[in-house]
């Protein structure tokens, strides 16, 4: 058993990248927020996920509960790590959100309609307008 307060956080992501990447099971004591009891877990991670406000959350498979949940890696006080493989089955996800639809007649509107949709390059704007001629920014 690992405890999390005693090692730094990149060793226990390293060690929980290594229990996806073999598809082994992981029992974690996870504090839930706001209660003063752990429990113990045992479960089988799909993802780690990193949240907009800068914490990490695992995506994984509990097996005492038979479904999809989260836990989020402040939460986890100490792991282990097994060589029991998964044998959960992930559900497919259901829910899809249709985009809008993009305008066709405005240059700018699209240009603006593909930088709303990458969360991540939304808030772009280019410091200088470049021309095709200028060669030397070429990668």
């Known amino acids: 058993m690992k405890h999390t307060d005693r090692q730094p956080a990149t060793k226990t992501l390293a060690d929980l990248y290594r229990a996806i990447d073999r598809r082994h099971a992981v029992t974690i004591t996870y504090l839930k927020p706001g209660e003063t009891e752990p429990t113990v ?3 089988e991670i799909a993802e780690i996920r990193t949240t907009t406000d800068g914490g990490i959350v695992l995506i994984a498979m509990c097996r005492l509960r038979n479904a999809e949940r989260q836990f989020h890696l402040e939460g986890v006080q100490a792991y282990t790590l097994h060589r029991i493989a998964y044998v959960l089955t992930r559900p497919e996800p259901t829910t899809y959100e249709r985009p809008a639809p993009a ?5 700018q509107a699209l240009y603006f309609y593909e930088l709303a949709r990458d969360k991540d390059d939304a ?13 030397d920014l070429a990668a």
């Open 41 to 43: 877990r045992t479960i």
């Open 103 to 107: 305008p066709a007649d405005d240059a």
């Open 123 to 135: 808030d772009y704007r280019p410091r200088v307008k470049l021309t095709q001629s200028q060669t």
